[in-house]
């Protein structure tokens, strides 16, 4: 059998019902041979390889900026997750800090009401230990809250 790449093989079609051979047999006409796909295949894992060490690189170059910008506690553990652990965190952080600060929440009326009968003090912090979104808000958009 001739394959799009020009290579030619021997197929054994006869696990094939006699209905569907012909059918396979033009898909596989029309597919590369199983050495071109290989050799194609494992050329792009490489690039994608790179590709993603590259990211992980300029992940945890931010990542570690961030921590030491606001003197986060080192990770323990082992060390083969610590990498992968600041990454973690730094994305946590921000995805939270996103969602619930630059992006708001939806809050309940028995929340406010809550909230409305705390005394604040200077720091922003209520009577019963909540952070007063004025105070979050003063924070950088890009940086979560130093509390």
């Given at each position: 059998?001739?394959?799009?790449?020009?290579?030619?093989?021997?197929?054994?079609?006869?696990?094939?019902?006699?209905?569907?051979?012909?059918?396979?047999?033009?898909?596989?006409?029309?597919?590369?041979?199983?050495?071109?796909?290989?050799?194609?295949?494992?050329?792009?894992?490489?690039?994608?390889?790179?590709?993603l060490?590259?990211?992980?690189?300029?992940?945890?170059?931010?990542?570690?900026?961030?921590?030491?910008?606001?003197?986060?506690?080192?990770?323990?553990?082992?060390?083969?997750?610590?990498?992968?652990?600041e990454?973690?965190?730094?994305?946590?952080?921000?995805?939270?800090?996103?969602?619930l600060?630059?992006?708001?929440?939806?809050?309940?009326?028995?929340?406010?009401s809550?909230?409305?009968?705390?005394?604040?003090s200077?720091?922003?912090?209520?009577?019963?230990?909540?952070?007063q979104?004025a105070?979050?808000?003063?924070?950088?958009?890009?940086?979560?809250?130093?509390?």
């Amino acid at each position: 059998m001739a394959h799009s790449c020009g290579h030619t093989n021997t197929h054994d079609l006869s696990s094939r019902s006699a209905d569907q051979r012909a059918g396979y047999a033009r898909w596989l006409a029309a597919r590369q041979c199983t050495n071109c796909w290989r050799a194609d295949h494992q050329a792009d894992a490489a690039s994608t390889a790179e590709w993603l060490a590259a990211k992980r690189a300029a992940e945890q170059a931010a990542a570690a900026a961030w921590a030491t910008q606001f003197d986060m506690p080192p990770l323990e553990g082992p060390e083969r997750i610590l990498d992968w652990g600041e990454r973690t965190r730094h994305q946590l952080v921000n995805r939270a800090y996103t969602a619930l600060v630059t992006e708001g929440f939806p809050v309940k009326s028995s929340v406010l009401s809550e909230s409305a009968s705390d005394s604040v003090s200077s720091s922003g912090v209520t009577s019963r230990g909540r952070l007063q979104p004025a105070s979050v808000a003063a924070c950088p958009p890009h940086l979560p809250p130093r509390v």
